[in-house]
């Protein structure tokens, strides 16, 4: 079956601009991540859905990111004003019942 | 203090030896804990789960000890397809964050 699946796979903006990512998670999962991975450096976590649950923001670096999970499946992390140290692979991931997390291709962000 | 930290690395070891990777967490409520696979410019991938009693798949072979709060993995006659970046992943348990060492780089030469 399909695997998780994020759009898009690069992305190059400039500093200062909106940016949206997208995650389409393995259909049924319930349990949705978003992490991200600066170059050379282990992953860091941003944001966790958990069903209907209200989301775990314990993650996001700053009130210039964002994310929703509409209708419980697809995912949007939104990144305002982007800064250069935002340049990173940007990671989602999904989960139904055991603990596996299965991972999508990322998104490689790049800020001018 | 981070709350998962591994063997800094790289590992350079010839193929066919046995390599040992450590990590260690600091949440005692910890109750799941994993090791994940990461090819250069890919994604994590799960690598194995880790039990308490210790468990083997093949070459590999995951060890947890609760007390010190100490998780191995341990490859054994390493193949080149070895070589990738092994990630230690802990959980407080079912429905909670997961955290992720900074990993371990493993190179397997000929």
């Known amino acids: 079956g399909a695997g998780v699946s994020q759009s898009p796979s690069n992305k190059v903006t400039e500093k200062g601009k909106d940016v949206e990512l997208r995650c389409d998670p393995i259909?049924?999962?319930?349990?949705l991540y978003w992490y991200r991975q600066s170059l050379g450096q282990g992953l860091e976590f941003l944001i966790y859905?958990?069903?209907?649950?209200?989301?775990?923001k314990s993650g996001l670096p700053s009130d210039r990111f964002s994310a929703e999970r509409t209708g419980g499946s697809v995912s949007t992390l939104t990144i305002q004003r982007t800064q250069q140290e935002d340049s990173a692979v940007y990671l989602c991931?999904?989960?139904?019942?055991?603990?596996?997390?299965?991972f999508g291709p990322g998104t490689r962000l790049t800020v001018l | 203090r981070k709350e998962v930290e591994q063997d800094p690395g790289p590992f350079n070891v010839p193929e066919g030896a046995t390599v040992a990777f450590n990590c260690t967490y600091s949440?005692?409520?910890?109750?799941?804990f994993f090791w994940y696979r990461q090819d250069c410019r890919k994604e994590p991938k799960l690598l194995m789960s880790?039990?308490?009693s210790g468990n083997e798949d093949g070459r590999f072979t995951a060890q947890l000890n609760r007390a010190s709060q100490y998780i191995s993995l341990l490859i054994r006659d390493s193949k080149l397809s070895d070589s990738a970046t092994y990630l230690c992943v802990v959980t407080p348990g079912y429905g909670q964050n997961f955290v992720f060492g900074p990993g371990t780089r493993l190179s397997v030469l000929p």
């Open positions: 991931a999904s989960r139904q019942f055991t603990d596996t997390q299965y």
């Open positions: 880790v039990y308490s």
């Open positions: 859905f958990q069903g209907n649950s209200a989301p775990d």
């Open positions: 949440n005692s409520a910890s109750q799941s």
């Open positions: 259909s049924g999962h319930t349990a």
